[in-house]
């Protein structure tokens, strides 16, 4: 069973950066696919980036240029670099895993980001 640790939330000021992680355990990770939801309050759960197993990534069009999606397969991690944070960035964040099939999430860190 995969299991997903997030970390990283926080409160920050519009145009500050904050960097999620996301470590993850019960799974070969080099083969995972690996992404970034979030999930503001009465909205929708959204995709916010993915990346494969190749390396190769997928960014919603509300952040690209400003969030990157990087992956270390030696530490089992997922990272979301978010920069030039706006207020309607404000959600839960949550960690997802795809891995033959199967999907896993994590339990969600809070991101709110005042003007």
């Known amino acids: 069973q995969v299991q997903l640790v997030e970390s990283g939330g926080g409160l920050v000021q519009a145009g500050g950066s904050l960097k999620l992680s996301c470590a993850a355990s019960?799974?070969?990770?080099?083969?995972?696919?690996m992404g970034w939801y979030r999930q503001a309050p009465g909205k929708q759960r959204e995709l916010v980036a993915n990346i494969l197993s190749s390396g190769n990534t997928v960014y919603t069009g509300s952040v690209k240029g400003r969030f990157i999606i990087s992956r270390d397969n030696a530490r089992n991690t997922v990272y979301l670099q978010m920069n030039s944070l706006k207020p309607e960035d404000t959600a839960v964040y949550y960690c997802?895993?795809?891995?033959?099939?199967?999907?896993?999430w994590g339990q969600g860190t809070q991101v709110t980001v005042s003007s």
């Open positions: 019960g799974t070969i990770f080099s083969l995972t696919t």
């Open positions: 997802k895993a795809v891995v033959m099939g199967s999907i896993s």
